[in-house]
């Protein structure tokens, strides 16, 4: 669907107009860019929706350390429109069919008193939203550069609203915070709690992808897709001006990118939409990324997993199979070491957690604390903590192996690195050939604590290029990755889909260590999730820590009905039930919800959303005729009022609906839910009340009996 | 010969007197080893050696960072005497047998202020000088610590002569500076040339291995030993005190230690004699080391070699297969490149050396410039340079495994890691199984230029860490390493056999950047070798540089009679013959010497030696019944009196002598050299002139017609 032909002719033309201002639009018309120099020579955009204002005339321009920066000086010297439109198909998704539909204007920029040298600029507008990119050709003025700072701004049309997390090197685990951009600076001391590992910059500094809502109606998003070995962007509010800028993570000495040229910029976006529920489907991202590099992919599955993981995470069971500490590997003898009786990775442990699988259709157990090594390196930044292929002696990774497959369940492999990345890499190709020969074929992956070398954060090029080594490397064993305190994601699991999902902000874990706000949920879909897809591991039943282990006072901030909800709302094709066989055993008529889910999708509606309020969503499961509709709501009860209109026409479904009991409120009383059947078809519409932070999950399948 | 019972005894005698000042001596008695603690309770030594002061008073302890200090507040709660004597012999080594023979005083120290926190602080003493370290047992109140600095002082007795180099954590590739202790400051500056990598730290900071000379007459030599995931150490002087201080090398964020007891220190090595030759012939650091860790060591075995290396020193030809800029492996089609026409290491030119190599009994070929991506990386500090295994065009690894094969010679491989640590350690497994499916056994490694990550040293723990995982990862496949800009050697090659050598100083190849002093190479076997072998690659002839490349003025700074006396002084079971087949074939009749010099050794003797004047030493070949002697000196010409006396008595031998021509001189007529022969027997002394930075090297055969 490419039109080359016209546009190269079109491009020609619009090189005599070299110097005066470009403007595109979006293929729908509603988004305008416009691209102008500034007097100083610095290249400048804005941008408009459906005539309003979302980017003000924004700078944009890199220093660097070692060369002349590409700031000012500016001269066009070439623009080129094209459009592109094709529709492809992810792997795993949340369609079956994706859009990528945009309109291409690509600026050459000279720079004069740098020997001519060169810079382009290239802007995609889509329908939902722009991208743009640096792109540093290869010329003979321009080999090696230092990034010193990425100056690129975006200037908001006002003091909106956002839903941020403080600026941060090292970690997203931050609730939300809610206010006016103006109000950042003062909310800030109390955003920033404390995180084993964290790096605050600057008091107005937030992180992407930062969501906006202005008092005009829009709702905004800022991101970035495609981020290959490059820094990861923060933005830093000018809140005198709202104008954000980037801020890059700094590597030990402070700088932020080493880059050769032919070299680019991961891609800055900015999703914009007048109804919240674009963002939440908006592909832009992923179209900005390069189609999978994989030739085969059909070993890449969804997965529907259970694990030995809450028990921990709760104090019910420990990671470790001693209480001993001074642990050296190769030096400490396991066997001679007294167990604590409270270690969960026994071999007869995993085999009821498979049982259980197996029993109720799940794909995989995850087993952590499996491997020697866990009694004491939390918080200490040890080089050599784990190899990552031997296991303490309660556990048998054959008979396991054995079990497991005659059961048709897989087990899936933790490596936590212990934020070693040297020690992890330099055991990468051993612990993957492990996995391989025991079964393995997915593996969930840590990075705990301050980054081992010391001065190197979590979000700077050395590590982004790790993660990324980390799960091309695994592909090369067929094995399916699940990075846990790694880089959120930017859309990279389109080109390589065996990045099934990432961590990257706050999740479940948090609801047992003090809890997630009751807005969290309805918020991170419109953030976090915009890049990929997050190993949220919903499904907590038992609500009350204290059931698991009386010291914690821990509750989870939902409703049980709300839970469910999130196997909807919260995409992922690498789900968890996270919650105990034991509870599940006592709640089987709601855990049938899970059962049924699916975790890969023909298609998705947004039925009603508002970021920080509620999210009703609705999804066509890949390749069958059912559908599973969630709706959540923040601490405020509310009525949901969901459609049926993306059913087919002129059939009858059955719809079971899991709801919250009429006394439920996540505070008070989460357990309360009540289950009921109905018939719908494409005309019904259901008003469903939602407890405080409750939810709704309803399963839809077709009416065989009419 | 270990005598525990009585050793017990005597310690639970000394126990008693916990708290007083405790001494011991070597098994000698010449030296003597005072321990105290002063009124503080820091822990302080100091060490007689016939009487005379070598050091005064001094100070120990470190300081940390996150736990109380291991400086102040102890008192002496054990102490243990032993003694041990050993013979043991090297794989590889100056001589067949070393005797490792001292008393011990271990000195357990309690801090009851940090809840009875113990430090073990170990001495050594031999005849030839004093090893010390640190101990942190395992015990409750310590686990993981991180050390500021190490404060371990060694108090001068005077304003001693020092041969110095600057104190760097990033090079060694300094000339040395002869001057008083107290001159230091103000020949600092002069003294840092410039490195493509360089980290200085202190107007007064120096590196070991430190040589000294005391006004009365006595030879000191400090370093440390067995230096294993630490950091290197440097001496800060105190020039007004003439203290010494350790000063260790920082990592990005200046730390400068991660431990976990149970732990120790490397030794810190005084080596001490009032005979210079007792300096060059002491074992004391490797006395230090551990036995080997191998349990085979059969594949370890002496190299003399040539290589494809010289020709692009010098500038005659390049390790870059094309002109070309902006290479990106993978990116970059080599095969449309144009070739620069000078590149080295083409199939037919390595074939030369392997002819010349088998047809002059060489071992192997060493090739440098083999791979891809030599183009542009150097001082880039760049990520991805080398994947180590893909050749340029021109040169064809299968067929020169064939040919090397069946000339019956190995090809050296060469791993250039442009600082890239990351990037090596990824590749490192499938270059070593490279290697050993196209018949390598050794390679030359290179650390050129910054270490990437940023912030990180060459000298630091994690490249420390790094230098020995590269060696023992290569032990699994029998590969022998010879590692260049690497951290300075301080014994290991006797517990890593496979660490054949090291660069870690000024190197042949500054003769054609410049060039060494003429002092240089009476200095090295008193400073950078007291830790281990240098693959200092002597052997040029044509020193006029100019012969090669009209371009490059350098030339080596020796006679040429002294490039063979070199492969006497300057010990390495790695030895190269540096220079030019082509050079080779000119001088056939001196090219002998290095034809028939062992690189293996029954035992080494010391004629005479004056650091930074003269050194003259005689060797017997490793099972045979031959010896050869180096003798050298420094800019100034003499007469060296070379005795015979380690010869069997009462039998004649035939000495072949290669030696300046009357009219030589290494900067006006180098290449001015007389052979003949003699008759010796034990009894013979020769007094042979040597030129200006000339010398004389002899080769000692059984007079098999007598």
């Given amino acids: 669907m490419r039109k080359p032909q016209l546009l190269i002719f079109l491009g020609l033309l619009l090189c005599a107009m070299a110097g005066k201002a470009q403007t595109i639009t979006s293929p729908n018309k509603n988004i305008v860019l416009k691209f102008a120099l500034n007097d100083k020579g610095t290249p400048t955009y804005e941008l408009t929706y459906k005539n309003k204002p979302v980017i003000k005339t924004s700078k944009l321009g890199l220093e660097t350390k070692d060369v002349p920066s590409f700031i000012e000086g500016f001269t066009i010297s070439d623009t080129r429109q094209s459009t592109f439109d094709e529709t492809w198909s992810p792997v795993m998704g949340e369609q079956k069919n994706i859009r990528n539909h945009y309109n291409e204007l690509l600026v050459t920029l000279t720079q004069k008193a740098v020997d001519n040298r060169m810079l382009n600029i290239r802007f995609r507008v889509f329908d939902d939203g722009l991208g743009f990119r640096y792109e540093f050709p290869s010329q003979k003025n321009l080999n090696y550069f230092i990034i010193k700072e990425e100056h690129t701004q975006f200037a908001m049309a006002g003091d909106h609203k956002a839903f941020w997390l403080p600026g941060d090197f090292d970690t997203q685990e931050y609730n939300t915070t809610t206010s006016n951009l103006s109000e950042i600076r003062g909310k800030m001391k109390a955003a920033v709690t404390p995180n084993v590992s964290q790096t605050t910059f600057s008091p107005t500094g937030v992180q992407t992808p930062l969501m906006m809502k202005s008092k005009d109606g829009l709702y905004i998003n800022l991101h970035e897709a495609a981020l290959v070995d490059y820094s990861c962007m923060s933005l830093n509010l000018d809140d005198k001006n709202m104008v954000f800028e980037s801020f890059l993570t700094p590597d030990a000495i402070g700088d932020k990118g080493y880059m050769q040229a032919p070299t680019q910029s991961p891609w800055r976006t900015v999703i ?24 085969d992919v059909s070993w890449i599955k969804p997965v529907k997993y259970i694990g030995v993981w809450w028990e921990m995470i709760t104090g019910k069971s420990t990671w470790a199979y001693t209480d001993a500490e001074n642990i050296q590997l190769g030096v400490t003898d396991y066997s001679k070491l007294k167990p604590n009786g409270k270690h969960g990775a026994t071999t007869e442990h995993v085999k009821e957690y498979i049982d259980f699988a197996a029993k109720n259709g799940f794909d995989a ?41 005659s059961k048709g369940v897989k087990i899936i492999m933790h490596h936590e690195t212990s934020g070693s990345v040297r020690n992890y890499e330099r055991h990468l190709d051993t612990a993957y050939k492990f996995m391989v020969e025991n079964g393995y074929n997915a593996v969930k992956s840590g990075y705990v604590g301050n980054m081992i070398p010391r001065g190197e954060h979590h979000y700077g090029q050395w590590l982004v290029n790790h993660y990324l080594y980390a799960v091309t490397q695994a592909a090369k064993y067929k094995i399916m990755v699940n990075a846990h305190e790694a880089i959120r994601p930017t859309g990279l699991n389109r080109t390589y889909p065996n990045l099934m999902a990432n961590e990257a902000a706050r999740g479940m874990e948090y609801e047992s260590f003090g809890g997630n706000n009751p807005d969290h949920l309805t918020i991170l879909p419109f953030t976090r999730q915009i890049g990929g897809p997050m190993d949220y591991t919903p499904g907590i039943f038992q609500t009350k820590i204290s059931a698991y282990n009386p010291q914690n006072t821990s509750f989870v901030h939902t409703t049980l009905t709300k839970q469910l909800a999130l196997y909807v709302t919260m995409y992922s094709p690498l789900q968890m039930a996270a919650d105990l066989p034991e509870t599940y055993n006592k709640f089987m008529d709601a855990f049938q919800f899970i059962k049924d889910v699916a975790v890969d999708w023909d298609d998705t509606w947004v039925i009603e959303a508002e970021p920080g309020d509620y999210i009703t969503m609705a999804r066509k499961a890949k ?21 049926f209109d993306y059913l087919p026409k002129g059939k009858n479904y059955i719809a079971t609906i899991y709801a919250d009991g009429k006394d439920a409120s996540y ?29 709704a999950a309803i399963s839809i399948k077709e009416d065989t009996k009419n």
């Fill in 272 to 295: 914009v939409s007048d109804k919240a529920g674009d963002i939440l489907t908006s592909k832009l991202v992923y179209n900005l990324n390069e189609p999978t590099k994989y030739k």
């Fill in 365 to 405: 157990v995850l087993v952590e604390g499996w491997n020697v090594g866990w009694e004491d390196w939390f918080g200490k930044t040890k080089d050599y903590v784990f190899d990552f292929v031997t296991p303490y002696p309660d556990f048998d990774v054959k008979e396991l192996h054995r079990y497991a497959e």
């Fill in 623 to 643: 390749g069958k005729n059912e559908w599973y509709v969630g709706a959540i709501t923040d601490e405020n009860p509310r009525t949901a009022t969901i459609k």
């Fill in 667 to 695: 505070d008070k009383n989460p357990q309360s839910y009540t289950i009921r059947t109905m018939k719908v078809n494409s005309k019904t519409v259901l008003k469903q009340w939602l407890a405080s932070s409750g939810g």
